[in-house]
Nanobody, 124 residues
Framework: QVQLIESGGGLVQAGGSLRLSCAAS????????MGWFRQAPGKEREFVAG????????HYEKSVKGRFTISRDNAKNTVFLQMNSLKPEDTAVYYC?????????????????WGQGTQVTVSS
């Protein structure tokens, strides 16, 4: 069992920045891939970014590429999502998730462990 706890959400004006953190505990070693997802009211949960604990390439949803950066600190078992140039359409609850397979996926159904979510609100 892996426990994931997100933090760092809040209210920010358009053009501003936020940094989300996801602290993993428990059997995090059994979950090689970490992802960030978001869900806006009335919409489906969507992939935002993904990364392997072991390093290598990162993956982004098209609308956030160039503005968001996913990174990890293996010593602290923490994954980050740096969000710059935020837009009102980035407003959503952001979730951290862990996947037990080694192949990257953008489907929420392929991630078995989830955090409780953190609200990000971008005002215009």
């Amino acid at each position: 069992q892996v426990q994931l706890i997100e933090s760092g959400g809040g209210l920010v004006q358009a053009g501003g920045s936020l940094r989300l953190s996801c602290a993993a505990s428990g059997r995090s070693g059994s979950m090689p891939i970490m992802g960030w997802f978001r869900q806006a009211p009335g919409k489906e949960r969507e992939f935002v970014a993904g990364i392997w604990w072991s390093g290598g390439s990162t993956h982004y949803e098209k609308s956030v590429k160039g503005r968001f950066t996913i990174s990890r600190d293996n010593a602290k078992n923490t994954v980050f999502l740096q969000m710059n140039s935020l837009k009102p359409e980035d407003t959503a609850v952001y979730y951290c998730a862990a996947r037990s397979e080694f192949i990257m996926s953008r489907s929420p159904a392929d991630f078995g462990s989830w955090g409780q979510g953190t609200q990000v609100t971008v005002s215009s």
